[in-house]
């Protein structure tokens, strides 16, 4: 329970009607079917529907205050209307005064980034707490509080499933925080009201433009992180991705950098790669670590760099990055008892497909052949779909076309939609097979010993979703359940 005027702190409120004085808030809502007596309504203008719409069921319901954008018709005397010029931005800042600021009681480092997100959080996790802190995650895999572990729903949670996530992370002791922020987020002001100790960029490439609609829209939602940081954080940007730099034009934190081929703050090259690992240079001094991959490297040295800003020992974070494993569903690899190679990945960009078979590629041997399973995910950006099949039959000796959570659309539809980027003369080697176990386990009779299968898109995903109904589904599963058939 909070005062109300306490939960409206630092919120721009251009009118009010109706009493603040003496309103206790027992809960926050912008799901009117979640209101209870004495629940404060914010009505949020979602990408579905208008909260606007759900007001009078609110205060039906026991709402005795909301913020809106607009006056309904009908003002109750028993009601306090806060009208905004932002809803979403309100319910941000609400969220965080109902719970006490938990983000000013910890550190806490978000990351963004079209790919690499969730490894960068998942690796710092790790780092913290192998360095003896208490620590939080928030992240598409799942939130974390120290060795509790918390289902994820979203990359980046709704503000009041968040802020009560990092009250419950100050509750328990964490030092530190570290969340990935997602462009949707930054555009629906999930983190408004946050103080954040450092922001981290990792790269930006073609995806979700049907949200954004243009690559410009998106790289802004981006930048904003960083616009929005404050005087007494770091923002840390890779050098190497050209629109790193456009991330810093404005931002009043302190500017650092890293990268593999630029010059930076940070800087790190790969000596040797290993399929079981690789031989760095961090800074001058040479690491082995678990991870493989230059899209690795980078996040190993955003972790590194990240570590050292947030005033750790440079000897104490190198010995710790070798100790470090990726996050599920990040190039997770697997042998048959025939010899045949498995790797799942979450790759479900262009860029992030490329990458991972651009790294198979390099560490294979002449006569290892690479067989690439992929889909694309319905009510989705639909122009990177023939992209995804460019990028793997870039790499790819065979290549099979299959479903990836289809949602409401047709999956025949957008296999013919990846098809388009599949050229005359690489016909031959792709197939087309929409049952994505049928799909695994054709891969796996395409292949010899020896021979390499990525399987990506879905990664951790233990569901594939099929007209709002999710099935049990899992890549890694499935891979195994073939490799040990008869």
């Excluded at 678990?290 to 972790?303: C, P, Q, S, T, W």
Aim: aromatic share 8%; hydrophobic share 40%; charged share 25%.
């Amino acid at each position: 329970m909070m005062d109300l005027k306490k939960v409206l702190h630092a919120i721009p409120v251009q009118q009010v009607v109706g009493n603040l004085e003496e309103v206790d808030v027992y809960s926050l809502c912008f799901d009117s079917r979640r209101v209870e007596l004495g629940s404060l309504f914010i009505a949020v203008r979602g990408v579905q529907t208008d909260g606007h719409l759900f007001v009078d069921k609110a205060i039906t319901s026991g709402a005795r205050a909301v913020i809106v954008e607009e006056l309904p018709a009908e003002i109750l005397d028993s009601v306090a209307y806060i009208l905004v010029a932002d809803s979403a931005y309100a319910l941000g800042v609400a969220s965080a005064n109902f719970y006490g600021n938990p983000s000013e009681q910890l550190k806490l480092v978000g990351v963004t980034g079209t790919n690499g997100k969730t490894t960068v959080v998942t690796l710092l996790f790790q780092l913290f707490t192998e360095l003896g802190y208490h620590v939080g995650l928030l992240s598409t895999v799942q939130n974390q509080i120290g060795a509790k572990v918390i289902p994820a729903t979203h990359t980046t949670p709704d503000p009041i499933q968040l802020n009560k996530l990092l009250r419950d992370m100050v509750d328990d002791g964490c030092d530190y925080a570290f969340m990935e922020v997602s462009s949707h987020a930054l555009v629906q002001e999930r983190i408004a009201g946050l103080v954040f100790a450092g922001a981290i960029f990792t790269n930006i490439t073609h995806d979700h433009l049907d949200f954004h609609k243009t690559f410009d829209n998106y790289i802004k939602a981006k930048k904003k992180f960083f616009d929005d940081l404050d005087i007494h954080a770091f923002a840390l940007t890779n050098a190497d991705d050209r629109n790193g730099q456009v991330m810093l034009q404005n931002t009043v934190a302190h500017r650092k950098s890293y990268g593999l081929r630029s010059g930076a703050d940070f800087k790190a090259k790969v000596i040797e790669s290993h399929f079981d690992g690789m031989l760095m240079s961090i800074d001058g001094q040479e690491v082995w670590v678990k991870l493989i991959g230059d899209f690795n490297a980078y996040n190993l040295l955003a972790v590194y760099a990240a570590a050292i800003l947030l005033e750790q020992e440079t000897v104490k974070v190198l010995t710790a990055l070798s100790t470090l494993k990726g996050a599920e569903g990040r190039f997770e690899t697997m042998k048959s008892a025939s010899g045949v190679f498995g790797i799942v990945d979450y790759a479900h960009t262009p860029d992030a497909v490329e990458n991972v078979l651009k790294t198979i590629s390099s560490l294979r041997r002449p006569e290892q052949k690479i067989i690439t399973v992929l889909g694309c995910g319905g009510d989705r950006d639909k122009t990177k779909r023939p992209e995804m099949a460019e990028a793997a039959l870039r790499y790819s000796d065979r290549f099979v076309i299959t479903s990836d959570n289809p949602r409401t659309e047709d999956p025949y539809q957008i296999i013919k939609d990846i098809e388009a980027g599949v050229g005359a003369d690489q016909k031959a080697k792709t197939l087309s097979i929409a049952d994505r176990k049928e799909a695994i386990r054709t891969a796996y009779q395409l292949a010899d010993p020896g021979d390499i299968i990525l399987v990506a898109g879905k990664g951790h995903e233990k569901y594939q979703d099929v007209n709002g109904v999710k099935q049990h589904f899992d890549d890694k599963e499935i891979l195994e359940n073939t490799f040990n058939e008869k």
